[in-house]
Nanobody
Framework: VQLQASGGGLVQAGGSLRLSCAAS????????IAWYRQAPGKEREAVSC????????YYKDPVKGRFTISKDNAKNTVYLQMNNLSPEDTAVYYC????????????????????WGKGTQVTVSS
């Protein structure tokens, strides 16, 4: 049972990247799948979450209007399309699974997640 994040890389400011989070060994089954990020010297912070049953999406303010989270249940994969990237988006990005379907504010709490993938590095140059 694992999550595998991929798709990170180096991009110039204003550019785009698409991250993927592939689940293996289990089906989403209504879980909330979230993206978090952690910049050097900073705490891990929530970015976005998607309810894998009804497709409801949630975003933190810094990424609203620039990032889009989506899912493909048939492929057991969640995506994070990141547009108009800025150097402030530079971080290691992680995906994680929780059982509340991103309900309420709980998806923003690190301790809600039962499974974390290894991160993928996103670096945005100015």
């Amino acid at each position: 049972v694992q999550l595998q994040a991929s798709g990170g890389g180096l991009v110039q400011a204003g550019g785009s990247l698409r991250l993927s989070c592939a689940a293996s060994g289990f089906a989403f089954d209504g879980d909330g799948i979230a993206w978090y990020r952690q910049a050097p010297g900073k705490e891990r912070e929530a970015v976005s979450c998607i309810n894998t049953r009804d497709g409801a999406t949630y975003y933190k303010d810094p990424v609203k209007g620039r990032f889009t989270i989506s899912k493909d249940n048939a492929k057991n994969t969640v995506y994070l399309q990141m547009n108009n990237l800025s150097p402030e988006d530079t971080a290691v990005y992680y995906c994680a699974a929780e059982t509340n379907g991103c309900g309420s504010f709980l998806w923003t709490l690190v301790e809600q997640y039962y499974l974390w993938g290894k991160g993928t590095q996103v670096t945005v140059s100015s």
